[in-house]
């Protein structure tokens, strides 16, 4: 079967091959899946391929003086970095079409499914995963709305309900406004009642971020952050802030925290890290936290997990956490996705429509 893998850490158009390898069977407990599609995001990219989670992970605590190949993802020692060769590719969706032991494996076979923390990355035609992390789909999801209806989904809703518990009339500042997870977390600030200051470099899209459900837009292109938030705070600052990039906009970001305010970093896009002083965060008594997918799911207990997808699976359902679909490629196309998805400005997900 075909699968795009890489064996070593590094540019992903110098590392990443189309070949074809042995096709999965699934051993007890677990399902095989046909993959349908899977998105292409700047973490597959920059993340898992070039090495970004392996550096931050080895600058765990936990990991301290361990061999590379020994790093976890928690203190535990539970969850380990995948091994190369390995196939990227976080999320995305297909049919179960064969299962190993167990009751619940083979009630799968037949259904569409979105496969997300698998050992092996989606970006291949067939996947093994254990059947429990098989999550149905539920009808009236296009399979394209299916693939992408786990990473940033889930993240947007965890971040405002579960992290910061954003309420009605709440503040929340955020970067990367005009990102398919910013739009998430706008509409869902209409739905839900706090208002969205999101943050763009282009004034084209503010009336697009308006009409989703953002209270403000501030195009920092030509206008300065820190006076923009404090004309619309009366001086207050916000209570909470998002951002996926870092660097000098975190940084003049959490300038912008009113008493008690909290910034949560969910990425960073850029290369440069959070840089201010001390004293920004100790007199207005605010805080910086970091947010990471895999350890917040791995903290809920399996009913609370059925609970969130279930929620998630409805917002998507209903439009709040669609993503726009910009477009798709076949997997032998990987390099002109790749192409496509460094492009600027670019709107919406990137595919691979893998058989």
């Known amino acids: ?14 590392v990443l091959e189309l070949r074809d390898i042995p096709e999965p069977q ?12 899977s998105p292409m995001n700047p973490s597959d990219i920059v993340n898992t391929v070039e090495g970004a989670y392996r550096d931050a992970v080895g600058r765990a605590i936990w990991n301290l003086g361990r061999d590379e190949s020994a790093y976890t993802i928690d203190p535990q020692g539970e969850r380990k970095l995948p091994p190369l060769p390995h196939v990227p590719g976080l999320e995305g969706v297909g049919v179960v079409v064969d299962a190993g032991a167990g009751l619940y494996p083979r009630m799968l076979v037949g259904k569409r499914v979105t496969v ?60 990367a406004g005009n990102s398919e997870l910013g739009k998430m977390i706008a509409r869902l600030g209409k739905r839900l009642g706090y208002q969205t200051i999101s943050i763009v470099r282009d004034k084209a899209q503010a009336a697009h971020l308006l009409s989703l459900g953002a209270a403000h837009v501030i195009d920092i292109s030509t206008e300065n952050l820190r006076k923009r938030v ?3 705070t009366r001086g207050q600052g916000v209570k909470y802030a998002l951002d996926p990039i870092s660097g000098p906009l975190a940084n003049e970001m959490v300038q912008c925290l009113g008493l008690g305010g909290r910034l949560l970093v969910y990425g960073t896009l850029s290369t440069e890290p959070l840089q201010f002083s001390s004293r920004d965060l100790m007199t207005p008594l605010s805080s910086v936290e970091g947010y990471f997918l895999t350890n917040w799911m791995a903290g809920k207990s399996l009913l609370q997990k059925l609970s969130v997808t279930r929620k998630v699976a409805a917002l998507v359902q209903d439009g709040t956490l669609q993503s726009d679909i910009r477009q798709v490629f076949p997997l032998e196309q990987y390099k002109e996705a790749m192409a496509a998805l460094k492009e600027p400005g670019n709107q919406g997900k990137i595919l691979l429509k893998l058989t």
């Open 1 to 14: 079967m075909k699968a795009l893998v890489f064996e070593r850490y590094g540019k992903a158009d110098e």
């Open 26 to 37: 699934p051993g007890p407990g677990e399902v095989k899946v046909k993959m349908l599609y």
């Open 116 to 175: 997300v923390g698998a050992r092996k990355g989606n970006w291949q035609e067939y996947n093994i995963t254990e059947a429990k992390l098989a999550l149905p789909v539920k009808r009236g999801i296009s399979d394209e709305q299916a693939a992408v209806s786990f990473v940033n989904p889930v993240t947007a809703y965890a971040m405002v309900r579960d992290v910061l518990q954003c309420g009605p009339g709440d503040l929340v500042l955020q970067s």
């Open 230 to 232: 404090h004309e619309i």
